[in-house]
């Protein structure tokens, strides 16, 4: 059974730090795209970040650019985001996900997505 579990969330401080982590077990991350999304109360669920399973490419939310940064430790089938400068717009529910995906990940929604985690909370408060 393909199992996704992420932790780190909680309340942190405007301009405070977190990092993410979202450990898959009876699964390993080849050939699959991985992406960090969020969804806020009363919106959709966006994507925040993802790698192409191909060519290794990052693609990151103008909304995060410069503040958060994904990475993997293929060998633990872990996928990290790492959560800097945080602001209260960045309160949400996160979401690690795996598909297996062509080209671009930054191309395909949430749904096109074939596994998921059971969200972790991000609260940042004023």
């Known amino acids: 059974e393909v199992q996704f579990v992420e932790s780190g969330g909680g309340l942190v401080q405007d301009g405070g730090s977190l990092r993410l982590s979202c450990a898959a077990s009876?699964?390993?991350?080849?050939?699959?795209?991985i992406g960090w999304f969020r969804q806020a109360p009363g919106k959709e669920r966006e994507r925040v970040s993802c790698?192409?399973?191909?060519?290794?490419?990052?693609y990151y939310a103008e909304s995060v650019k410069g503040r958060f940064t994904i990475s993997s430790d293929s060998a633990k089938s872990t996928v990290f985001l790492q959560m800097n400068s945080l602001k209260p717009e960045d309160t949400a529910v996160y979401y690690c996900?795996?598909?297996?995906?062509?080209?671009?990940?930054?191309?395909?929604?949430?749904?096109?997505?074939?596994?998921w985690g059971q969200g972790t909370q991000v609260t940042v408060s004023s």
């Open positions: 996900a795996a598909g297996k995906l062509k080209n671009f990940c930054s191309g395909y929604g949430p749904g096109e997505y074939d596994y």
């Open positions: 790698v192409n399973s191909g060519d290794g490419g990052i």
């Open positions: 009876g699964f390993t991350f080849d050939g699959y795209a």
